[in-house]
């Protein structure tokens, strides 16, 4: 018959609200020591949307933030991997890779005053497995907001051993010192109006140059006193900001390449690959290349951005975006 096994999966998370996770346990499926290393499981994640949140919350609010799905499977990917997988405690778990997408932009509109419910369905494979202990977790989503669905998705996490997770670090680190030191002196923000937001201090994007032949180039950096912790426990610039810088680059690229009114779009799909890690203190540019205008099954007038990321000279993000205009 199968069963549920359900457990509230640590602390608040940092875009606000706590996660609970839900085992969909199956007749078949061995639940040991060993894990679930031997085949597919079935878990559901819920958890409330940023509403009233300093950063995810802040602007028109039109839309609730579609990288808010990544975030809760990027939070609970490690979690899985060592509670239900044998992964061992001193591993590491990274993304590098996730997709997520939405054919309707409207099941995405955020209604009323209160918190919507994220229920995300999981499908989690281990792969690349040695003596019963997976290197790669492999995840197939899909989303529902307050019981209407609403996109999905894709996810993938390797968990690196203490030493190459050191030594990663190190080449990173190297690399950035390498690099000519930072200009002296600051660039200013843009308005918050043309990345969708309200408050300047939630403007990571700067000095824009551009568009030219629909390219869009800017300095990111984090305003003193942003909200949400700019580091992570590694030390490394956490995934959220780098969403965020995604997100504020793409509104501002179709905004003035295409007369995009920000305050009315959202992201309705994303594609992301991590490929290095992105460290404090040194200088960080996104680059922006907007495609053709085109419509959605709605009529809506959407527009494909590609992404680059980019830290001493050397890609640590790439992504495509696909950006909708709301009626």
Not at 59 to 66: I, K, N, V, Y
Not at 259 to 282: D, I, K, N, Q, T
Not at 311 to 321: F, I, N
């Amino acid at each position: 018959m199968g069963g549920d096994e359900g457990l509230p999966v640590g602390a608040p998370a940092p875009r606000g609200g706590t996660l609970r996770l839900v085992h969909r346990l199956r007749s078949w499926e061995p639940v040991g020591p060993a894990g679930l290393a031997d085949g597919e499981a079935e878990f559901v994640l819920t958890g409330e949307l940023p509403h009233a949140h300093p950063v995810f919350g802040d602007g028109p609010h039109r839309f609730h933030d579609l990288q808010a799905g990544a975030e809760m499977v990027r939070e609970i990917g490690e979690f899985l991997g060592q509670s239900h997988f044998g992964v061992p405690a001193n591993r590491t778990g990274i993304f590098y890779r996730f997709t997520v997408a939405a054919p309707d932009i409207s099941a995405w509109r955020a209604h009323g005053a209160g918190p919507a419910l994220l229920t995300t369905l999981l499908r989690v494979r281990p792969d690349k497995v040695i003596d019963g202990v997976p290197r790669a977790l492999e995840f197939r989503t899909e989303l529902q907001i307050d019981d209407v669905p609403c996109g999905a998705g894709t996810a993938n996490v390797v968990f690196l051993p203490p030493v190459v997770h050191r030594n990663h670090q190190v080449l990173s680190r190297a690399a950035v010192r390498a690099a000519p030191p930072r200009a002296a002196g600051s660039r200013q923000p843009v308005d918050p109006a043309e990345v969708g937001r309200t408050a300047p201090g939630n403007v990571l994007v700067h000095g824009p140059a551009g568009p030219a032949h629909g390219r869009l180039s800017v300095e990111v950096a984090v305003p003193a006193g942003w909200p949400l912790a700019p580091v992570t426990e590694h030390g490394h610039v956490p995934a959220a900001l780098q969403l965020e810088a995604l997100r504020q680059t793409a509104l501002l690229g179709v905004g003035r390449a295409h007369r995009f009114a920000p305050e009315r779009c959202a992201l309705s799909s994303l594609e992301v690959h991590f490929r290095g890690y992105v460290e404090p203190g040194a200088a960080l540019r996104c680059a922006a290349v907007a495609g053709r205008c085109g419509q959605d099954a709605q009529g809506r007038r959407q527009v494909p951005v590609t992404l680059t990321l980019a830290q001493a000279g050397r890609a640590v993000l790439e992504a495509v975006a696909t950006v909708t205009e709301d009626f």
